[in-house]
């Protein structure tokens, strides 16, 4: 029960310049970001209910008797000050014992181009990790506290977790998606003492060092984000896959290599022709123009060495990189300003934690971060929390990924003595977002069709992906 789903294994509001009507924007915004928190799934962290003087009276009770009486005790439904009800069960796993005060889970969504926004309202169920819900662990022997969780938000892979540090002081984690992006925020308060104190007191305690924005996205400002999802699903159906093949700025069907025109009956597009579908759907609403390939081609950047130069032409190592760099360049340039067209303006160099929570044999174990690796970019382990921090820090931006590993010898190429080399050998692009519900979601269109984030994750694990940023407009013309 605990474990109810795979829940561990995994604002600086960056608006981009783009060539519209901003007084029209500003204006719609506006209005979104009024309603977002009364119609929103979840509220701001300070207006979450205070629990303490529930947990005053169950201190005894369940906190501190033992865990074999805790346990026999059967889930029961209490009522907060303000109406709202809170179910309080035990959960044995393994060794440990779980005391939860699940919330009840509200419904809810902002306005949508179709649909009004909807109220908040009940629900009848009491996941333990609905906004609010509060949850001691206790060793099953002992029955010693040993950690305290907090979602605060309805979201079963962020909140924040308290530990005992020692007799006068504990510490406090903050995890998203599996990723630290605060370790042992110490707070001078003992452990048990935490047990009854209010939230908004333990987070003022770390004021200034919690990131707060991390809790309250605000899906309003992700709607650009979602009619452009749905706009490349809609002409997803008319598309193939073809290996080499991509559309010129005539709108021809051609193959990448020789530009020759494609066979119309078996026309398609490879993950790299499709990718700058993509970014010609965004920008010919703008320019009136598709991308010309060659330059596309052209390298952009510092990438590889001397070594490297001399196998450039035989094993292609760097076309993804190259490509996806050229096409952001284009894409900042003509959609924000020139300015924003340089490398350093538009990659991902840069992720918000630290260490990582992975599962490893069915155990959590937490490891160190890799983080950013010139001409590599980063692990694919990390992508789920650094896209979760890049959707709030950037709401307004999505990702294309240029996949690479070590690859000694191409299926494609048979030399004696080849050395083995970083090689881009896919791209795709990654959409993280939040849904009119306040879910966050992550979009994976690649090589002509929708996938998803765990086929992605699954497929190119122990691999790196290079990303770089694109800005989102709702205006999407590929054809």
Known sequence: MFYEAAWILYYTKKRPIIKVDMRIFFAISLIFVNISFVFGLDLPVARISDDSILRHRLRESWFIDSPQRVLN???RIELLQTGERVEVRAVKDREEVH???ARERMSGRVATASAPAVERRQTGQFPHWAQGSWMLTRNITTGEGTLIRIFLRSDQF????????NNETSLMDVIV???YVSRSLPIPVPFERLYTKPLNDILRLVEGRFPIRYFEPDPALYRDTRTFVANVRQHLGSLKFADDGAI??????VFIASLQEQNPQTAGLNCSGFVKWLIDGILRPVTGERLTIPPLREPFGERGSLFTANWEERRDVFFGLDWIRNLAAEANRTLRSPEFSALEEFEVRTGNFSSIMLSQRGNLTRISAPGFLSEAGFAVEVLHPLLYTLAIDEPFSFFLAAVNREIATPNHI???GTPRLRQYFHVAALVPFFDEFGIFRIAVFESAEETSFDRFRRTHSGRHVN???????????PF
């Open 467 to 477: 990303l770089v940023k694109i800005p989102i407009s709702p205006r999407f013309e």
């Open 158 to 165: 962020t909140f924040i977790q308290l530990r005992p540090s």
């Open 414 to 416: 048979s030399i004696r």
């Open 73 to 75: 005790q059967h889930a």
């Open 248 to 253: 010129d700025e005539n709108g021809n069907f």
């Open 99 to 101: 005391i939860i005060l």
């Open 177 to 179: 998606y599996g990723g």
